[in-house]
């Protein structure tokens, strides 16, 4: 599941009833998921809301404050950009005698997780790789694996890639 944090602080806060934290995927159009009691007290006074978002997109977000009388405000809004890892992954040559590379092109740098399954699911080899920011070519080797079909899944910040590798 994605999380993304909000944390705001407030002072001088005086005839909030409460805050909703809004939500946009477009920046434009906003819903409302979640609404925080305003805490009485002085002084500077923080507020925090998890929110479990299961998509992988740039999000939008802003804090609409609503005071006793009914009267709001916005607060400016923030953007979250989504952390992509991998875009498009390829597998070649496929079919392969045992030694193949995946291509991917990675916006950001970082580690991802690759598995190749046996056609009736069991883990045949799990490994961790680096990847750079660019393209990268990773060499997978599967030549003391019989031959058969094998789906290579590559994980990495909270996405998941398939795709398949025929051995000859």
């Known amino acids: 599941m994605l999380e993304t944090f909000a944390s705001w602080s407030v002072s001088a806060q005086q005839n909030v009833k409460q805050y909703e934290v809004e939500y946009s995927t477009d920046g434009a159009r906003f819903i409302k998921i979640a609404t925080i009691a305003a805490t009485s007290g002085s002084g500077d006074i923080t507020y925090k809301y998890l929110h479990a978002d299961g998509k992988n997109n740039d999000a939008f977000y802003r804090i609409k404050t ?3 009388d009914g009267v709001f405000s916005y607060s400016n809004v923030e953007l979250v950009k989504a ?3 991998l875009t498009k992954i390829t597998a070649y040559p496929n079919p392969t005698t045992g030694l193949f590379n995946i ?3 990675a916006p950001i740098n970082g ?3 690759i598995k190749v399954y046996n056609s009736i699911g ?3 080899m799990q ?3 680096n990847v750079r ?3 990268n070519n990773l060499p997978v080797n599967i030549s003391r694996l019989g031959a058969g079909n094998y789906q290579v899944v590559c994980e990495g910040q909270n996405k998941k890639w398939v795709t398949t590798v025929l051995k000859n």
């Open 66 to 68: 609503v005071d006793i």
């Open 83 to 85: 952390q992509r890892l």
């Open 103 to 105: 291509r991917m092109n």
């Open 111 to 113: 580690t991802i997780d």
């Open 122 to 124: 069991s883990l045949m």
């Open 127 to 129: 490994e961790k790789l």
């Open 133 to 135: 920011q660019g393209n």
